[in-house]
Each structure stands twice: as C-alpha cells, then as structure tokens.
C-alpha cells in the first residue's frame, strides 16, 4: 500500500539550486541465491524544479533508486540528499505504479490524509484540496471510495493527494503505467498542467521513452544492472507543453530515437540476463512507444 512518505529521511539537503543529490550511490541485495547488485556507483544532481525522467531496462535499480530518495531503503554505500522538510511540509511524497490510495478512505480523506497527519488547520485543508480534487476533476467524486471510480480515476486521487501535501519533491514509479493510452494521455496533460501551476522537482520513472520526453526537461537514461547512468539527456521543448501537439514535431521523433539509440544495448543485455534468469521477465523490449 503506497502512502506518503516523509518518515526516514536521508540528509537533508542545504544548498537550495540542487534539490536531490546522489554520490556513488550503490546497492546491493543479499538473497539466498547470492548477492544482487542494483545500483553500483551512481552520482546525479537534480535541480530545483527540474522535471527529471529515469528510463533503463527491467531490473536496472530504478525502484530501488527511487526508494533510496524516498527514505525507505539505505544505500550500501554512497549517499543521498533529497530536498528540504520545513515545516508543514514533507521533503517528499511518492505516488506508485497501480493504485496506491487507501481503498476504505473517499476520494476527500485519501486527498487530505498527508495534510491532516501533519495537523494542517481544517479550513487551510478544505481550500488546498479542494484546488486540486477541482485540478483533477474530482469534485463531483470527493464522497465516492476507490472502488467506486476508474483505475484513471484513482491515479488523479494519488496526484490530487501528493500536490496536497505540497513536497519538496515528488517522487513518481510509473504512476500511469496501468493505464490505457487513451488515459495516459490524458493524466499526462493533466499532470503537467497542475505541475506547471508549482514547478515542484520532479523525480518520475518510466518504461515508456514517449512518456519521457513528453513530460521530462531532463531523462537519466539507465545500463542494465548493475544500474548506472549511461546517458543524461536534455529535452529542449517549451513550458507549457501540448502533449498532442508535441507528439506532431520532427524534433519530438528524433529525441525519441535517439533515446531508443541509447536503451537498445541495455534492452539486449538484460533480455539476455533475463533469459538466464526466467524468474523475472522484462517489459521494455515490448514497448516501443505510440508513434
Ligand atoms: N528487496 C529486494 N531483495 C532482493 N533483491 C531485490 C530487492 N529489491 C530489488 N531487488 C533486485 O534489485 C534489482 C533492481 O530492482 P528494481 O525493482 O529497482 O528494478 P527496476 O529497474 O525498477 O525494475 P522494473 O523496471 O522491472 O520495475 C532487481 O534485480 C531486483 O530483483
């Protein structure tokens, strides 16, 4: 069950122009089978209000990065320093791939639960949540419960919820990846309408290489593990963005490809582990993206 997080946090961090800093960042799992190696030496900054984009092959430590930010595993070695806890606001919120919103709370309660756990005045709450249950259309469904609304519908509560609480940084594992296309789209032009309003740094990963570069300004892209970054690359389009119209440039395809140009090594690589190792089977070389 995914909720927000801003218990166990990594140092914090004091310089104001970099919001996450990783330095030789590695992790390493001990299973019965042996010892695995998810991460190995990874050093990044982000910016402050950087919308930055993690893409790589199945199994490359993407996860277990983005847990590492959230506080919720420690690196092996290496550190961390993710945003600024001030008062009434966490250094970070997560919203996860699937549902992650309480099924037994209404779209109001999951929306308000980060506000009301910090002990946010009731009126400050009713206009925060209000704005963004109104952002993602929501208003009409503030009394409805999660079983009630569309898998699309539960993804805006997630966003609704993690604008609320109003992070430092977001942190975001494939928030839209159960979606059909047509959803996705849609969540995607939402998010970066309500992003655009706060220009909030953005940690989101992704297996699709179009969801990268339609939301990113930046995409970190991933070897294959032991995951490391092989590639940071720099999207150039404009704020705000038209997802469709954005879809429809020359530039936009060339990113895409070259991106692709990056990841097919990777892709190959851990297919091959994969196929070593049939336990856990990859998505990305099945996605090639909707264009
Ligand atoms: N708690 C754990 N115990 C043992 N191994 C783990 C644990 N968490 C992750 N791993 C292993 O670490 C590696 C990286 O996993 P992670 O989930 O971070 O990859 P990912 O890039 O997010 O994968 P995917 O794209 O398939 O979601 C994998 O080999 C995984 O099996």
Known sequence: MGAE???VAPT???DTDVKVAVRAVAKRFDTRSGTVTALDELTLDIPRGQFFMIVGPSGCGKTTLLRILAGLE???TGEVEVGTATEGRPENSMIFQGDSIFPWMTVWDNASYGLRMRGVPSGKIREVVGHYLDKTGLTAFRDSYPHQLSGGMRQRVSIARAFANDPDVLLMDEPFSALDEQNKTL????LLRIWDETRKTVVFITHSVDE?????????V???RPGNAKAFVEVPFERPRDVLEL???????DIVYDIWQQLRDEVERS????AAAPARRGRFGLRRGGR
Not at 212 to 220: E, W
Request: a positive charge; aromatic letters at 2%; hydrophobic letters at 30%.
């Open 212 to 220: 990268a570069v339609t939301l990113g300004d930046r995409i970190m």
């Open 271 to 274: 297919q091959q582990a994969q």
């Open 187 to 190: 969540l995607q032009s939402e």
């Open 222 to 224: 991933m070897t294959s």
């Open 247 to 253: 879809r429809h440039r020359p530039e936009y395809g």
């Open 12 to 14: 914090k961090r004091q």
């Open 5 to 7: 997080t801003a218990a």
């Open 74 to 76: 420690d690196p092996t």
